[in-house]
Every structure is written in C-alpha cells, then in structure tokens.
C-alpha cells in the first residue's frame, strides 16, 4: 500500500530528511539528527510538520451539547477562542484518543464550530465513533483539514518568530487559545488557523494553512536558521514534558485515572458520557495499576515492553523510554502496580536479561524557565 505524503513532501526529499512509515504516512525521523534537535527546540525554536495528524470539524447550534456524551469533560469549561485537552472514551471507559478541542464560536448565522485536533492512527476511528452516535439532523461532521498542512513551531523563540512572519502580534491569543483568520501580509483570502498548543513542554503554536502559506513560512523559518525536525525529537520532547503517546501510554484498555489523566474526568458536572458508570466505579474503589515516571541508572534504555521489578516481584511494564538528552539520563513511563507506585520508590528494570536500578519519579521530567 502506498504512503500517504505530507503536502511538504519535497521538502523532506530537500533537506536529507530521513523518512520512515509512521501510522501509514511517510514521516520524517529526523534532518539533522534527534539530538541536535531536540536541543534547537529547547534552546530557541524547531519547526515540525505534523500534517499526519486529522482534524475534525463539527458544526451545529451549540454543537457542544451534541458531543458533550464523548467526553467525561465539560465542554462548557471553555469558550470561544479557546482549546481543552481531553479524551473521547469508549463505553467501558478506555480511551480511544486523546485529543484538543478548539472553540471557533459561530461561524454562519447561528452555526457554531469546533475542531478536534486528533491522532494520526486514530482519526479514521474517531470520526466514524462521533458520526455513528450522533443525529446528522443536528450537527454536520467533515474533515477540516483535507490538503493542507499543520505546522507545529515550537520554542521559546516561537511566537516572535510567527509574529514577525506575520507582521503583528499575537499576544492577545491566551495559552492554549486560538484564532481562526485571515492574515491580509501572507494570504489575503485564507483564513489560518493558530493556536498556542504544542507536545514538546514549552512555548509553541500550531497551525493549519494551505501549501502554499506552509511553503512561504517553512521557507521564511528556515532563512532565520531555526531547524526543521523529525518524530524523533518530537517523541524525547515529550517523554520529557511528561505528555502521553497514544497506543504506548495510553489505548483502548486504560482508563484516564490510570493514565494520570484524573482531572480530565468531572464526574461531579452530572452530565452523560461514555464509560461514566465505569469511571464512578473506579473513582470510588480505586486503580490497581497507575502510569508513573522512571530515572533509570546508566545509559541503557528501558523500551516499551520491558518488565519493572521490586526485588523479585515483577510490578509493572514500559511503556515509553528514551535517553534525556536535558537529563542526561535514561527515562521512561511504566504503568505499575498502585502500592508500589510511591514517588522516590526504588526499582529495578529488566533490560537484555539485565537488571538497572531505576527510581518512580513524577511524569515531568523538564519545566521550562521562562
């Protein structure tokens, strides 16, 4: 089966980039190597096409009542021009996706719009999940994205940098809000779409534009020397912030509580959604397993899969590890058993027949100084 390819293809093949199939897209790993990167994002900014990823549009008079059912958050704890982190559950509880909801306010008339901004592997899913459980009289659900192309700028550098391509400023768009517009010096019929999102833990937006508008930015972003980066960096970026890979940290199988994602659940709003009796349940007797963070001893890599031990007593399993390239060390995520899962709590990870000392740490790795 072919690959799908990202409308910035050529741009892979330009710069060297080293490609790979990640979730049916040929995606670049890597252009200058993970390392370097990861560092130009930590130090000033980094650009990351992210174009694999599907947004979903749905559209209504208050759409938000319709779709309320998919998610335990309420949905009116945000507005218009704002984002909301959140999962979308199935009916036993489990997370099909998780995901970022954006609030575009009405559009036409009294049609309102909201866009999900969903994972690569998952929207296929998600969208035939919200269509086969809602009434086409009540709200319209397409793809947003179709061809064009989501951009992710990241780094402290990030906002002056967007600013300067556009010529004024965004500093009225607040932390995880977003703005839906034409900006007349790049385009004067496109709208954009801007948000001040990202997965890499600091300072960052996200932006969906044509081809065209992406070509103009990725090459104005090159010319200021900020570097191009792969899945790579993207994924050591956001072990560090303590940010979760769905079908690693999370899936089907595991519930917000047990994923660390508690406060996205608002049992106490009263409102339906999917997996509500079995979350109240959970919430009420408690978890058996939780996902917590791991410094692991040395330079070897405790990958997804690998066993976590207490003494002889094996208590947890990987699910995401990397080399830290801020920390210096080796760390991981790990679902372990709840009365083992005590910050400081001293462990041990089977790594090629091999046991590493390793120590539960919070998810967080890296907070940003500025």
């Given at each position: 089966m072919d690959l799908l390819k990202s409308p910035l293809y050529s741009k892979?093949?330009?710069?060297?980039?080293?490609?790979?199939?990640?979730?049916?897209w040929e995606m670049p790993i890597s252009?200058?190597?993970?390392?370097?990167?990861?560092?130009?994002?930590?130090?000033?900014?980094?650009?990351?096409?992210?174009?694999h990823m599907g947004v979903i549009s749905i559209k209504g008079i208050n759409p938000k009542d319709y779709i309320q059912k998919f998610f335990p958050t309420n949905l009116y704890s945000f507005s218009e021009g704002q984002g909301l982190y959140t999962v979308m559950l199935n009916e036993k509880g489990g997370i099909i996706d998780d995901l970022i909801i954006y609030d575009l306010g009405i559009q036409d008339y009294d049609v309102s719009e909201v866009l999900l901004i969903v994972n690569a592997s998952r929207y296929e899913l998600d969208f035939q999940w919200i269509k086969n459980n809602s009434n086409k009289y009540e709200i319209s659900i397409t793809n947003f994205k179709k061809d064009k192309v989501l951009l992710a700028l990241q780094g402290k550098n990030s906002f002056d940098l967007f600013e300067e391509w556009i010529e004024s400023s965004i500093s009225h768009i607040p932390n995880f809000g977003c703005e839906y517009k034409i900006f007349e010096h790049i385009s004067p019929k496109e709208k954009i779409f801007v948000s001040k999102t990202g997965y890499t833990g600091e300072n960052g937006l996200e932006i969906l534009l044509s081809k065209k508008a992406a070509i103009n930015l990725w090459d104005f972003l090159i010319s200021k020397n900020i570097a191009p980066c792969g899945l790579g960096?993207?994924?050591?970026?956001?072990?560090?912030?303590?940010?979760?890979?769905y079908g690693q940290d999370i899936n089907e199988e595991t519930s917000p509580y047990e994923a660390g994602l508690g406060w996205l659940v608002h049992l106490e709003n009263n409102h339906e959604f999917f997996g509500r009796r079995f979350l109240a349940e959970q919430s009420r007797i408690g978890i058996q397993?939780?996902?917590?963070?791991?410094s692991i001893e040395g330079k070897a890599i405790g990958r997804k899969g690998f066993a976590v031990f207490k003494d002889k007593e094996n208590i947890g399993i990987i699910t995401s590890g990397s080399w830290s390239p801020t920390k210096q060390q080796a760390i991981a995520f790990a679902y372990i058993n709840t009365s083992h899962a005590l910050i400081n709590n001293e462990v041990q990870i089977l790594i090629r027949g091999k046991k590493f000392k390793g120590v539960i740490t919070k998810r967080s790795f890296y907070k940003k100084n500025y």
């Amino acid at each position: 089966m072919d690959l799908l390819k990202s409308p910035l293809y050529s741009k892979y093949v330009q710069s060297n980039a080293k490609l790979v199939n990640f979730t049916g897209w040929e995606m670049p790993i890597s252009f200058s190597g993970l390392i370097k990167e990861h560092e130009s994002v930590r130090s000033s900014a980094g650009l990351f096409d992210i174009s694999h990823m599907g947004v979903i549009s749905i559209k209504g008079i208050n759409p938000k009542d319709y779709i309320q059912k998919f998610f335990p958050t309420n949905l009116y704890s945000f507005s218009e021009g704002q984002g909301l982190y959140t999962v979308m559950l199935n009916e036993k509880g489990g997370i099909i996706d998780d995901l970022i909801i954006y609030d575009l306010g009405i559009q036409d008339y009294d049609v309102s719009e909201v866009l999900l901004i969903v994972n690569a592997s998952r929207y296929e899913l998600d969208f035939q999940w919200i269509k086969n459980n809602s009434n086409k009289y009540e709200i319209s659900i397409t793809n947003f994205k179709k061809d064009k192309v989501l951009l992710a700028l990241q780094g402290k550098n990030s906002f002056d940098l967007f600013e300067e391509w556009i010529e004024s400023s965004i500093s009225h768009i607040p932390n995880f809000g977003c703005e839906y517009k034409i900006f007349e010096h790049i385009s004067p019929k496109e709208k954009i779409f801007v948000s001040k999102t990202g997965y890499t833990g600091e300072n960052g937006l996200e932006i969906l534009l044509s081809k065209k508008a992406a070509i103009n930015l990725w090459d104005f972003l090159i010319s200021k020397n900020i570097a191009p980066c792969g899945l790579g960096a993207r994924d050591t970026l956001r072990l560090e912030a303590g940010m979760h890979l769905y079908g690693q940290d999370i899936n089907e199988e595991t519930s917000p509580y047990e994923a660390g994602l508690g406060w996205l659940v608002h049992l106490e709003n009263n409102h339906e959604f999917f997996g509500r009796r079995f979350l109240a349940e959970q919430s009420r007797i408690g978890i058996q397993r939780k996902l917590v963070g791991l410094s692991i001893e040395g330079k070897a890599i405790g990958r997804k899969g690998f066993a976590v031990f207490k003494d002889k007593e094996n208590i947890g399993i990987i699910t995401s590890g990397s080399w830290s390239p801020t920390k210096q060390q080796a760390i991981a995520f790990a679902y372990i058993n709840t009365s083992h899962a005590l910050i400081n709590n001293e462990v041990q990870i089977l790594i090629r027949g091999k046991k590493f000392k390793g120590v539960i740490t919070k998810r967080s790795f890296y907070k940003k100084n500025y």
